[in-house]
């Protein structure tokens, strides 16, 4: 009898064991390369973004964002690193403004707000037309590599290298520096209506330039903004293809006399 009991418990047990329905280990979703690296990218966007925000208020947060995606580019890429420095220009406002800014983006914090002139062969008070041809005497878009520095015509410089082709790529040969001048007063933009001009280089006040150059020299970033429709559609580096490319590497630093 007890023989009889413990058998048909048994089958019992056998039969609800085997009406437990069978669970499938869920399947693991394939992430296509560089999908994580590129999520990772966006979520410190878009902390950077805050940070900058409340570092620099008036400046324009789609520039900032328009600033921080080509950094992230230039990243992957290759062309900087996590800790390159950003100096962001505005130049669709006008040159009395204050539309430079420049980022510690290790911490991040601003280190500098400030007034830069534009060439004067691309307008007057506000800036509209740009160009990467020598001659021009046109200041130039996208994103730059900082590199050495120098002491030349307008004491001590910065040279910059254009990452962008067809939009900025010529700014060496172009002679396109980062230096004082005189003309960037703003006590005189109030006589005038406007800053004095440059050839098509980013000028400074002299009082601040030395120590500006200084942040930026050796392999920082610099991305100068204009709601130029050609420019931002064709930009390499505002719609990245995350994939580090050989030939995109920053250009080699030159040796400084400094």
Same mark, same amino acid.
């Given at each position: 009898? /007890?023989?009889?009991?413990?058998?048909?418990?048994?089958?019992?047990?056998?039969?609800? =064991?085997?009406?437990?329905?069978?669970?499938?280990?869920? #399947?693991?979703? #394939?992430?296509?390369?560089?999908?994580?690296?590129?999520?990772?990218?966006?979520?410190?966007?878009?902390?950077?973004?805050?940070?900058?925000?409340? #570092?620099?208020?008036?400046?324009?947060?789609?520039?900032?964002?328009?600033?921080l995606k080509a950094r992230?580019?230039?990243?992957?890429?290759?062309? %900087?690193?996590q800790d390159s420095r950003?100096?962001?220009?505005?130049?669709?406002?006008?040159?009395?403004?204050?539309?430079?800014?420049?980022?510690?983006?290790?911490?991040?914090?601003?280190?500098?707000?400030?007034? =830069?002139?534009?060439?004067?062969?691309?307008?007057?008070?506000? %800036?509209?037309?740009? *160009?990467?041809?020598?001659?021009?005497?046109?200041?130039?878009?996208?994103?730059?590599?900082?590199?050495?520095?120098?002491?030349?015509?307008?004491?001590?410089?910065?040279?910059?290298?254009?990452?962008?082709?067809?939009?900025?790529?010529?700014?060496?040969?172009? %002679?396109?520096?980062?230096?004082?001048?005189?003309?960037?007063?703003?006590?005189?933009?109030?006589?005038?209506? /406007?800053?004095?001009? *440059?050839?098509?280089?980013?000028a400074l006040r002299p009082?601040?330039?030395?120590?500006?150059?200084?942040?930026?020299?050796?392999?920082?970033?610099?991305? #100068?903004?204009?709601?130029?429709?050609?420019?931002? *559609?064709?930009?390499?580096?505002?719609?990245?293809?995350?994939?580090?490319?050989?030939?995109?590497? %920053?250009?080699?630093?030159?040796?400084?006399?400094?």
């Amino acid at each position: 009898m /007890r023989r009889t009991f413990l058998l048909t418990a048994t089958a019992l047990l056998a039969a609800c =064991v085997a009406d437990v329905p069978h669970r499938t280990p869920p #399947a693991q979703v #394939a992430v296509p390369a560089g999908s994580a690296s590129m999520a990772g990218a966006t979520a410190s966007t878009s902390f950077l973004l805050g940070a900058l925000e409340a #570092a620099a208020p008036h400046a324009d947060p789609n520039v900032l964002n328009l600033a921080l995606k080509a950094r992230t580019c230039a990243i992957h890429r290759g062309a %900087a690193t996590q800790d390159s420095r950003l100096a962001v220009i505005d130049y669709s406002r006008p040159s009395t403004e204050r539309r430079l800014w420049v980022f510690d983006m290790r911490t991040p914090r601003l280190l500098f707000d400030e007034f =830069v002139a534009h060439g004067r062969g691309s307008g007057d008070n506000l %800036a509209r037309v740009f *160009s990467n041809d020598d001659g021009s005497l046109q200041s130039s878009l996208g994103l730059f590599a900082t590199a050495e520095t120098y002491d030349g015509d307008n004491g001590y410089s910065l040279r910059m290298d254009g990452l962008e082709p067809g939009i900025n790529d010529h700014a060496r040969s172009r %002679a396109i520096v980062m230096h004082g001048a005189w003309y960037v007063d703003p006590l005189l933009a109030l006589k005038q209506g /406007r800053l004095g001009r *440059s050839y098509g280089c980013p000028a400074l006040r002299p009082q601040v330039a030395h120590a500006v150059i200084d942040s930026l020299k050796q392999g920082q970033l610099l991305f #100068a903004y204009y709601p130029d429709h050609g420019w931002l *559609s064709r930009s390499k580096f505002l719609d990245c293809n995350p994939t580090p490319v050989a030939a995109e590497q %920053a250009p080699p630093l030159h040796v400084t006399s400094r």
